[in-house]
């Protein structure tokens, strides 16, 4: 109930090309979907994130797809260049676990992207 | 500019032996976290506060524990420390009522 499932867990991808990682969760509680970015050596940060209340969510070259129906929600990489080659975390999270309505997370098992010049 | 910062960056020490990690935050956040990343595991929650005097367990929460008796600091102890506590741990902060953690930069920690 609690698990968020993420796939592939690694991705070779032609610069240029699109990437799509794809994450998975089964409880409903859950009410907004952060993808999360990593490089070498530093800590996760913010990339994008979606409410269940939309299908899609742009900024620039990222794209989350959302399909609450079915539960599943996904990241695209337009255009993909060498430095999006990270590691990538989805995560599902919702207000009311702990006090004053803050957010807690479950995230997924990540995604080593790597990106061919 | 706010930060969080994390230390030792990378640690080696022996089974049995306490560890403390510690974590500092100027972001004056009230909430914060420590998490574990392991391959084929992604982060996995160990403990949480969400302010002075208040800590809670995570879903990894066996053989670390959390105090908080400040915002800016969550030191994370190890009691007896364990091969299996080989990973890299990540603090992170969250502000009242917002959405997005804010990591640090991580410490490596190898257990012998």
């Known amino acids: 109930q609690q698990q968020v499932k993420q796939s592939p867990q690694s991705l070779i991808v032609q610069k240029g090309g699109i990437s799509i990682i794809n994450c998975a969760y089964e409880?409903?509680?859950?009410?907004?979907f952060p993808w999360y970015q990593q490089f070498p050596g530093k800590g996760p940060a913010l990339l994008i994130a979606i409410r269940p209340d939309v299908s899609e969510k742009k900024e620039g070259r990222f794209t989350i797809s959302f399909n609450k129906s079915a539960k599943q929600f996904s990241l695209h990489i337009m255009d993909s260049q060498p430095g999006d080659s990270a590691t990538y975390f989805c995560a599902a999270g919702a207000r009311g676990y702990g006090t004053s309505g803050t957010y807690k997370y479950i995230f997924g098992t990540g995604t080593r992207l790597k990106v061919l010049a | 500019d706010a930060e969080i910062t994390q230390s030792p960056r990378h640690k080696i020490t022996e089974t049995g032996r306490q560890v403390t990690l510690a974590c500092h935050q100027t972001?004056?956040?009230?909430?914060m976290f420590w998490y574990r990343q392991d391959l084929g595991h992604g982060l996995r929650l160990i403990h949480y506060s969400y302010g002075v005097q208040d800590t809670n367990k995570g879903e990894v929460s066996d053989g670390y524990s959390v105090s908080r008796s400040n915002t800016e600091d969550l030191p994370l102890t190890l009691e007896s420390a364990a091969s299996s506590q080989t990973s890299v741990y990540f603090c992170?902060?969250?502000?009242?009522?917002?959405?997005?953690?804010?990591f640090g930069p991580g410490t490596r920690l190898t257990v012998l």
């Open positions: 992170a902060t969250q502000g009242q009522g917002g959405n997005e953690q804010f």
């Open positions: 972001w004056n956040h009230n909430n």
């Open positions: 409880n409903t509680a859950f009410d907004y």
